[in-house]
Every structure is written in C-alpha cells, then in structure tokens.
C-alpha cells in the first residue's frame, strides 16, 4: 500500500494562493489516479480534484473549477493542488488519496484506497 503525506497547508486570507503537496512513498503512483478530497468538521467529505495516472486528464467540483489546478510529477512521485483566489468557504482539512487500483481518474471517494493524513487550509476572509 502506497503512503500519502500531504503539506503546503496553512492559514491564509481570501484572494491568497497556495499550493498543496502529496508525496507518496512505498510504491509508485505513476499508473495511479490520484484526487485531492476536503472536509469541514460536522460535514461529509467532498471531492475537490482528479487526476488520471498520465496527468492528462482531470476533473473539479464546480465550486473550485478556474481557481484550483491539480497536477502531477510522477518522476518525484508527488501530486500537487495549485489554489488561487481562495474564499472562506475552502477552509477545510484537505487530503490526498490514491486510486492505486487503476489510472482512470474517478471522483467518487470509495474508488481511493490510500489516503493521506490530511492538511489543514484555513481561510480568513
């Protein structure tokens, strides 16, 4: 099974960028589909992005599509969530999971079976 550590987090205010990292280690996730998740406390997780294991194709919920970017360099073996324009409402501890099943990119959580620690993403507006 593939370990997921995930950083970049933090406290930022609205309209401020960050970018979140998601090294794995124990295998490689090159032919692996990977996904960034979040969850506020009280709340289901939720989906945020995707990504197929060859990094060309991806998917956004809709309250992040044009703000977030998620990206992979499967020579460092690290998946990546580039956050722009960021609002109150992103806060949230953010994971990274890993679909180590297959490469096609897939939104739904139960298709993970690896998943990271979580990062926290605290927005000030």
């Known amino acids: 099974q593939v370990h997921l550590v995930e950083s970049g987090g933090g406290m930022v205010q609205a309209g401020d960028s960050l970018r979140l990292s998601c090294a794995a280690s124990?295998?490689?996730?090159?032919?692996?589909?990977m996904g960034w998740f979040r969850q506020v406390p009280g709340k289901e997780r939720e989906f945020v992005a995707v990504?197929?294991?060859?990094?060309?194709?991806?998917y956004y919920a809709d309250s992040v599509k044009g703000r977030f970017a998620i990206s992979r360099d499967n020579a460092k073996n690290t998946v990546y969530l580039q956050m722009n324009s960021l609002k109150a409402e992103d806060t949230a501890v953010y994971y990274c999971?890993?679909?180590?099943?297959?490469?096609?990119?897939?939104?739904?959580?139960?298709?993970?079976?690896?998943w990271g620690q979580g990062t926290q993403v605290t927005v000030s507006s």
């Open positions: 124990g295998r490689t996730v090159t032919n692996s589909a």
């Open positions: 990504i197929s294991g060859s990094g060309t194709i991806t």
């Open positions: 999971a890993a679909r180590t099943t297959g490469w096609v990119a897939k939104t739904q959580q139960y298709e993970y079976d690896s």
